[in-house]
């Protein structure tokens, strides 16, 4: 007898002259699952992409589907997945930051050049490895603390002032060391590139742990939240009492101290930091690139960690192949471009009009 | 003109156009999205120089039929015909605008282009003939010529060459009718034209509908306030759940008899609001203010303050009214934090507020119902829940700031329940929401971090009928009932009735105020004008 009343004792109030519509008390399950079923399909948007990239790979070469190559696209990717973070958070406020780059070679580059010796290029401090990091982590968050002061309380258009701060950073990295490279780094500073766990790359746990902790800060934290929200519509957020200004430094200052994470990590995987870490290789289009195809909006408010993570693994796949079929390194750039073009196109397909951009 | 305009569709759905001579025709046009009918066969006709008005609730379906008029979507069935001819095809702007132009609530205005360019967007006059020029190559002395020419033929009176962003709105619309007069449009549709317009320039605008239709030009005149409707609209149309209920002329009908048309028989919210003054009434008297305001100056762009001073007691609903120009969300907006003053301070229950920090004033207890609800008032492709509790996150998240969806939506559920809130669910995007409902989440926001003073601004703007009696007969119950202090800012008149006091600004400063509900409505308009009562002593009193 009661099976076919309205859920909830408030129907009456949704009986009203609106009339017609949906009760609020009644729909709530079929939009609830309407709307997951959109979202979880938008976060799976690339799986087609990479299953076809997988056969692809495994028809390309024998050594592609094998665990250790695995590991090694992981920790490839996982350098640039920590900045991809960043660069997510940031973009997610509805702001840029072309400067995680030069941050990403500048803080290892600081931090090196206080550890080594003056024979290797050093400074002399022979600084302790573990103050080391310390002084990467900060490099890290005064670059970003500098970009969000100009930006947010400068009120100075961000693609110019990061683009700025990109050149200088990179001046300084090459400044310092007069464009010496730095190797023999300790052990220590390198191990988060450099060490295994088994056949598991130590920088693709952590990679993987920053992207889960940061996906459930996102979704399940007040300050997560928050951000959408900033992102979505500042005015709005700040009407409804968000500290819009603190929240954005904040994510300017996270998204550079999670550049100098990725820089680390480079540094141990390559067991040096190079002048040309960062900006000399242009990584900052690839961190784009993996956003913006895991559907980061670059509009801002838009957008989750599932997806990014699957930009950065895509974009992983894609070089690895490219590696194993032995493509000459004339026509490598070309063919990564055209395949991240194509993955944008096809992302947008299976993505629907969300991720659209404006007509 | 002598055929009846409107032929209603509600009652006989399959009668045939009933005004063979009819410049817009539409017939049973249906539409749909995804399980929500928008329409449901209407039909619809208007005649060379008719003005005819068309009302009805937030979600009736009064968009939809904007959208189809406009060109911009096809109906799913029904037909659109123009002059006894079929429509144009969707999509082929152009044609279509040479019968029909819609001025959208929303300006379509370019800001940064002259009056010229922006009245011949998407068609500028060309070089052609024998001076050999390309057909692509823009004509700028022909374009300023016939923008003089149309200004100068309709009464229009503004330069070609002005930048856009340097007009008052009026001028903006000015200049958006003239753009749908360069296409030779025959119907001009005005959809909420009078929203942002002060009492003057509705006048105006009034003056230039009935040129238009004097000149056999057809006005579809589309609005929530229903005296426009019955001052400028020969006949007038209702939509209802997607269905055209009534149509008649104007002189024919009562105000109530198209408000019961609107809401479909059921005005209980009417009732509502008119006891919800009479429960504040009844209240334990008003105790100390909540708000001392002292001294505000601004020279805000939206109207500057020369020294407001005003307080508001607990359980109290005071109401500021002005001309656009006078201040009156200026004052509303330094209040809440939004904006920060020149000079001057606010006071909440004894405590200074810091100015022009929203996140610290409403920490001491201001809530803020924002003027422009797009801009301020919600995240559009958040969820109804997380805009409704996205003041009171503090208080939703547990340990180390983790917040679960399911609380934010069982914290929502009260709130949007109170206000009849129609949504598919707390996690609809607010952009889904009809205008009404959007408002309504903007409303549940501020009432969910129970602010000891509210300030609301223009709170019932481009909100149908009984949403607006909802909303205000709820602002009205929590200073009745939750202790807390109203502010009402509002160059809407009608929204006014709530209020057991008046302040009326004239130029950034109290001109007089009104004490004893129910207000009279003309004094009222004198004082915004800045004369008191020369025609009621009464006023004069209050003024003391």
């Known amino acids: 007898m ?27 399950i079929g939009a609830r699952l309407r709307g997951m079923n959109v979202s979880v399909l938008r976060e799976v948007a690339l799986l087609p992409v990479l299953v076809l990239l997988i056969v692809v790979g495994t028809l390309v070469s024998p050594a592609f589907f094998t665990v250790s190559n695995f590991a090694g696209i992981g920790q490839q990717s996982s350098a640039l997945g920590v900045v991809v973070v960043g660069e997510s958070l940031i973009l997610l406020i509805g702001g840029m930051d072309l400067s995680l780059e030069s941050t990403f070679g500048l803080a290892p580059m600081v931090a090196a050049w206080l ?44 693609f110019i ?31 988060l590139g450099a060490a295994s766990i088994g056949e598991l790359p130590v920088s693709l746990i952590v990679a993987v742990v920053i992207f889960i902790l940061t996906g459930l800060f996102l979704r399940y934290h007040r300050v997560g939240r928050d951000i959408y929200a900033v992102g979505g519509n500042p005015a709005a957020a700040r009407a409804a009492g968000i500290k819009v200004e603190r929240v954005k430094i904040g994510v300017y ?47 801002g408010g838009r957008g989750n ?55 | 003109m002598t055929s009846s305009a409107v032929s209603s569709g509600a009652g006989s759905p399959n009668t045939g156009p009933s005004s063979a001579g009819a410049l817009v025709e539409v017939t049973g046009v249906e539409k749909r999205f995804g399980t929500t009918r928008a329409l449901r066969g209407v039909d619809l006709s208007i005649d060379a120089g008719q003005c005819l008005g068309l009302v009805g609730r937030n979600g009736a379906g009064k968009s939809t039929l904007v959208s189809i008029l406009s060109g ?38 370019v800001p940064h282009l002259s009056v010229a360019e922006n009245v011949f967007l998407g068609a500028l006059p060309s070089m052609l003939g024998p001076s050999g020029a390309g057909p692509s190559v823009v004509s700028w002395r022909a374009m300023r010529r016939r923008t003089r020419d149309i200004m100068g033929e309709w009464g229009l009176d503004i330069a070609p060459e002005t930048p856009c962003r340097e007009l008052s709105v009026e001028q903006l619309q000015v200049v958006e009718i003239a753009r749908a007069l360069a296409r030779g449009a025959r119907c001009v549709l005005l959809d909420e034209p009078t929203a942002a317009l002060e009492r003057q320039a509705i006048r105006r605008l009034f003056d230039r509908v009935r040129q238009l239709t004097a000149a056999g030009v057809a006005v579809l005149y589309i609005s929530h306030h229903l005296e426009e409707v019955f001052e400028i609209g020969q006949d007038v149309a209702v939509l209802r759940d997607g269905e055209l209920v009534l149509a008649a002329p104007t002189a024919r009908l009562s105000k109530d008899d198209l408000v019961a048309a609107m809401v479909g028989g059921i005005a209980a919210p009417a009732a509502e609001a008119r006891a919800a003054p009479a429960a504040a009434a009844n209240a334990p008297a008003p105790g100390e203010a909540v708000l001392a305001v002292d001294g505000l100056t601004s020279d805000s762009a939206r109207g500057r303050l020369a020294g407001v001073s005003l307080r508001v007691r607990a359980g109290e609903v005071v109401g500021v009214t002005g ?79 983790v917040l679960a969806p399911r609380r934010r939506a069982v914290a929502a559920a ?91 600004l004239v130029r950034g400063e109290v001109f007089t105020e009104f004490s004893n509900p129910p207000f009279d409505r003309d004094a009222l308009i004198l004082a915004t004008e800045g004369i008191t009562g020369m025609t009621d002593e009464a006023v004069r009193e209050e003024g003391e």
């Open chain 1, 305 to 359: 960690m599932v997806g990014a993570a699957s930009g950065v693994i895509l974009l992983g796949i894609v070089s690895d192949i490219l590696d194993l079929a032995q493509v000459s390194n004339y026509w490598i750039e070309a063919i990564d471009g055209a395949v991240i073009l194509f993955a944008l196109f096809l992302a947008r397909v299976v993505g629907g009009e969300s991720t659209a951009e404006e007509r």
């Open chain 1, 161 to 191: 002032v990061t683009l700025g701060m990109t050149i200088v950073l990179a001046g300084l990295q090459n400044g310092i060391v007069k464009a010496q490279s730095l190797f023999n780094l300790p052990s220590a500073f390198g191990y």
């Open chain 1, 253 to 299: 200052v996270v998204g550079s101290v999670l550049a100098a994470i990725g820089g680390l990590m480079e540094a141990g995987r390559v067991s040096a930091v190079t002048g040309q870490q960062g900006y000399g290789e242009g990584i900052i289009f690839s961190v784009f690139a993996a956003a913006v195809i895991g559907g980061v909006s670059l509009k």
């Open chain 1, 115 to 158: 550890l080594v010796p003056v024979a290797a290029y050093g400074s002399g401090t022979n600084l302790n490895p573990y103050l080391g990091i310390l002084v990467l982590l900060a490099v890290g968050a005064v670059v970003g603390l500098i970009n969000g002061l100009l930006i947010v309380k400068g009120r100075l258009n961000g």
């Open chain 1, 2 to 28: 009661i099976s076919n009343q309205a859920p909830q004792g408030q129907a009456p109030a949704a009986v009203r002259p609106d009339g017609g519509v949906a009760p609020p008390g009644g729909g709530s």
């Open chain 2, 323 to 401: 001309l656009l120009s006078a201040g009156v969300a200026t004052i509303g907006r330094v209040i809440a934090g939004v904006e920060a003053p020149d000079g001057g301070e606010v006071r909440l229950r004894g405590r200074r507020v810091p100015p022009g920090q929203r996140a610290a004033a409403q920490r001491a207890g201001i809530g803020y119902i924002p003027e422009d609800r797009r801009a301020e008032g919600f995240v559009a492709h958040l969820g109804v829940a997380e805009n409704t509790t996205m003041a009171i996150t503090r208080e939703l998240s547990g340990r180390f700031g």
């Open chain 2, 72 to 109: 911009l979507s096809e109906p799913d069935t029904g037909t659109v015909r123009f002059g006894g001819a079929p429509a144009p095809r969707v999509g082929d702007i152009g044609r279509w605008r040479e019968w029909i132009a819609t001025v959208f609530q929303h300006s379509m205005i």
């Open chain 2, 414 to 504: 009260p709130f949007t329940a109170r206000l009849s809130l129609v949504s598919s669910g707390p996690g609809q995007p607010v952009a889904e929401l009809s205008g009404g409902n959007q408002q309504k989440v903007t409303v549940a926001r501020t009432l969910a971090h129970r602010p000891s003073l509210i300030v609301a601004i223009t709170p019932t703007r481009g909100v149908d009928v009984a949403s607006k009696e909802l909303l205000l007969s709820s602002l009205a119950s929590v200073a009745a009932a939750g202790g807390a202090g109203v502010l009402l800012c509002s160059d809407e008149l009608s929204d006014l009735v709530i209020c057991d006091r008046v302040l009326v």
